[in-house]
């Protein structure tokens, strides 16, 4: 602490016209603590863009990914379409036994696999966290 004061009696950053050393110690660590805080929030100023902008480019690219994935959670159309056309050319062979009296719906039966649920899972959850550092870092920006 006498350190602290020598220091602070030496500078010349306040003037030494106070009443008494306290008043001039209190001061002179007013100014210094707003010159610490003033640069202490412009640096994480720029950290929180920093973030702010690599959340956003990992969120893009996150959601299209997700989006180019999300075909495999649905059944194929074509194979809809291809078993309607089958059992169309079926009937218009006069073959009525192998047509069936019902359409057949290939996509009753389909499910997705289990790897791409969990990629999927996986995928949503790497997005949230990477909008939840933009939410953040926008909270820490307006602060």
Known sequence: MKKVLEVLQD????????KDNRSRFWRLY???AAEHDSDFL???????GSILLFSGLFSTVSSSFIVSMESNLSP???DTTNALLTQ??????HNLTAAGFTP???????????SAVRIQMVAYASLSLSLLAAFGAVLGKQW
């Open 11 to 18: 500078s010349t950053i306040v003037s030494k016209s106070g």
């Open 30 to 32: 007013g100014q210094v």
């Open 42 to 48: 412009e640096r994480y100023s720029e950290d929180m």
């Open 76 to 78: 194929d159309p074509s």
């Open 88 to 93: 169309l050319v079926q009937i218009g062979l």
């Open 104 to 114: 057949e719906d290939p996509a009753s039966t389909w499910s997705p696999t289990a």
